[in-house]
């Protein structure tokens, strides 16, 4: 239920929304490609000290499992699209 479907909707309030369980990066899958959002929608993970990943779909959810048999604190976000 995560309402951006596009990088051209994202904005730094969906990011902020995922910081709730405190992850140290947010794996951020954008698509089939890898579409970097506009900078300042990460503004307020920088403030909070959180890194973020943008990677295609595919690379998001290899790296989204990699690092959690790391035990790493991390949070996965994924943008789908409409199909």
Do not use: Y
């Not at 579409?35 to 959180?50: A, K, N, S």
């Not at 998001?60 to 048999?69: D, V, Y």
Request: charged share 20%.
């Amino acid at each position: 239920n995560w309402p951006p479907r596009s990088v051209a909707e994202l904005r730094a309030k969906h990011l902020l929304a995922l910081t709730e369980d405190q992850p140290e990066v947010i794996i951020l899958g954008t698509g089939e490609n890898q579409i970097f959002p506009e900078p300042l929608v990460f503004v307020t993970l920088i403030d909070l000290g959180i890194g973020c990943e943008v990677m295609d779909n595919r690379a998001a959810c290899r790296t989204f499992n990699i690092l959690m048999s790391e035990q790493r604190q991390v949070t996965l976000a994924l943008l789908i699209g409409d199909h």
